[in-house]
């Protein structure tokens, strides 16, 4: 199964957080899952440790090797993956302004 992380809980996997659940933990290592993290993560973490807000306990940069480390695949982010949030509810605060 492939298995996309958003950003916090990727980062509670990459750093052996308590807060990560024992059943996303399961799922994450197991053998027979795909683990895909975005490259939107990746700017999130950056843009939060480097303004200082959130709980952001690695750079951006160290976040992406220890992906990499981990055997994450990275899925790209493309102009048209930016302009498709358009068509998406708005259930989600935006994630720079909900720190």
Partial sequence: MKLLLDTQIALWAITDDPKLPESALSLIMSANNE???SAASIWE???KHSLGRG?????GTEALGYFQ???YRLFPVSAEHAAAVETLPPIHADPLTAC
Avoid at 55 to 59: D, G, Q, R, Y
């Fill in 69 to 71: 480390e981990a055997g």
């Fill in 45 to 47: 973490i950056f843009i």
């Fill in 35 to 37: 683990i895909i993290v």
């Fill in 55 to 59: 709980n952001m306990p690695v750079s």
